[in-house]
Nanobody, 121 residues
Framework: QVQLVESGGGLVQPGGSLRLSCAAS????????MGWYRQAPGKQRELVAT???????HYADSVKGRFTISRDTAKNTVYLQMNSLKPEDTAVYYC???????????????WGQGTQVTVSS
């Protein structure tokens, strides 16, 4: 089993910054892509940003230029630096990853439990 634990959410004023972290633990052979998603009340979960094990990052248009995704491979951790936050960024933020449990075996997607981000004055 793989566990993903997010942290770093909270209440911030418009224009402020937050840094989310998501640490993966458990039976992990390798990790391919990791990503951040968010779900606002009454809306569907949407992609925020993804980062592959190698290659280019990808961002939703709504966060380009404001959010930065990064990862620490040695720590099995993915980060989301969020700057210039807006009220419409308010949502529960979830991380996920595509994990290979055993060498040469299938990959599985696991999700974290989510962390609340509220942008309000």
């Amino acid at each position: 089993q793989v566990q993903l634990v997010e942290s770093g959410g909270g209440l911030v004023q418009p224009g402020g910054s937050l840094r989310l972290s998501c640490a993966a633990s458990g039976s992990i052979f390798s990790i391919d892509a990791m990503g951040w998603y968010r779900q606002a009340p009454g809306k569907q979960r949407e992609l925020v940003a993804t980062i592959p094990s190698g290659g280019s990052t990808h961002y939703a248009d709504s966060v380009k230029g404001r959010f930065t995704i990064s990862r620490d491979t040695a720590k099995n951790t993915v980060y989301l630096q969020m700057n210039s936050l807006k009220p419409e960024d308010t949502a529960v933020y979830y991380c996920n990853g595509n994990f290979e449990i055993v060498a040469g075996g299938p990959s599985y997607v696991y999700w974290g439990q989510g962390t609340q981000v509220t942008v309000s004055s």
